[in-house]
């Protein structure tokens, strides 16, 4: 189905609070559309740097690559431009209960349901968050620097996308990308595990034994140690939690919140950014943006990956051969009597 009819048709059936959101990211999203410039012309113009024409070839080739590999039809995907105003392109709002390190849910109408909203303006997402807060949840606001449309549109280069390194670019392509070839309805975690799954063992593929995947790959292993560590922090929190209810107010459960911030969570960042030389803004460790929405935000995308790689392992396919087992899955669970989300079912394979 078209984007827009999607689109239109969420502004029909949605309740007023959901049709002032859904108009105005429709909006923001049109916007990006008709703001593309093509790529040959941004190629041809003396005034663009070096650096980024050789970013957007980059993400031209790791397309080509993508398609050719998975024999996908990518259609107008990554042929336009966007410079935008901001770093940014959107911002994601993650909101959390204050005695609970668990993502607040937000549901749509046929679409399904998210643990975040996204918005085009930084102002709307401010504004959000305030009235989350007035209803007394935790929130925490994430930059996007990258998305995906899964297909309804013709995603463009955005010029947020200049702030990755190379290979960690190519490594984006490959994940948005995936989104464009498949996509769970209702299971965000599960689509963004396996759209990180493989994006990552097809870096494999691309640069095979080339020395800027190998340096990028120890220092992926050293973040992934910090980022595993915090997401047991955040686990033991939110077992903390349950032990102290049901005599637990929203005031105790941050004061908890800011003592297990400052007394355990930036030590260990600070150890690991230490060791590894991980300065300013590769350095997480600002004690005011960690709280239980930061934490439930690492919670929400952590459950699949061993899982993913183990049923891979058990399985002894290819990287290609793997998706094709998961097109099928997908399809037999579809026409069963779904009483388990397909992560479930996925599960049960192993």
């Not at 740097?49 to 070839?57: H, M, P, Q």
């Not at 637990?248 to 230490?274: K, Y």
Request: charged share 30%; hydrophobic share 40%; with cysteine.
């Amino acid at each position: 189905m078209d984007f827009l009819k999607i689109f239109f048709l969420l502004v029909i059936i949605s309740g007023c609070g959901t049709t002032k959101y859904v108009v105005k990211q429709g909006w923001g999203q049109l916007s990006l559309q008709w703001s593309g410039i093509p790529n040959e012309k941004v190629l041809n113009d003396p005034k663009i740097s070096e650096d980024i024409k050789f970013k957007i070839r980059l993400i031209e080739d790791a397309k080509a690559f993508f398609t050719h590999y998975f024999e996908h039809k990518s259609q107008g995907i990554y042929t336009k431009t966007v410079f935008l105003d901001e770093k940014a392109v959107s911002y994601l709002v993650i909101a959390s209960k204050p005695d609970d390190v668990e993502a607040f849910e937000h549901s749509f109408p046929f679409v399904g349901s998210f643990p975040y909203l996204g918005f085009f303006s930084k102002s709307d997402a401010k504004d959000f968050k305030e009235d989350l807060e007035e209803d007394g949840l935790v929130t925490y606001v994430r930059p996007v620097l990258a998305y995906s449309t899964l297909g309804y549109f013709e995603d463009r280069i955005l010029s947020s996308f200049f702030e990755y390194e190379e290979v960690e670019l190519v490594e984006l392509v490959f994940h948005e990308m995936f989104h464009t070839l498949f996509f769970a309805k209702n299971e965000v975690e599960l689509n963004e595990n396996l759209a990180s799954y493989f994006a990552h063992d097809l870096l494999d593929e691309y640069y095979k034994d080339s020395p800027k995947l190998k340096k990028y790959r120890e220092d992926e292993l050293s973040r992934e140690v910090l980022h595993k560590k915090l997401v047991r922090y955040a686990q033991e929190l939110k077992e903390e939690f349950k032990k102290m209810k049901p005599n637990l107010s929203a005031q105790r459960a941050n004061e908890h919140t800011r003592r297990f911030v400052h007394e355990l969570l930036i030590p260990a960042i600070n150890e690991a950014c230490a060791s590894q030389g991980w300065e300013g803004e590769a350095c997480p460790n600002q004690e005011e943006k960690w709280n239980q929405a930061r934490l439930a935000a690492l919670l929400t995308y952590e459950e699949e990956q061993d899982f993913l790689r183990e049923l891979s392992d058990k399985k002894s396919l290819s990287l290609r051969a793997f998706f094709q087992q998961i097109e099928s899955w997908y399809a037999s669970w579809k026409k069963g009597k779904q009483k388990d989300d397909f992560t479930t079912y996925l599960r049960q394979q192993l």
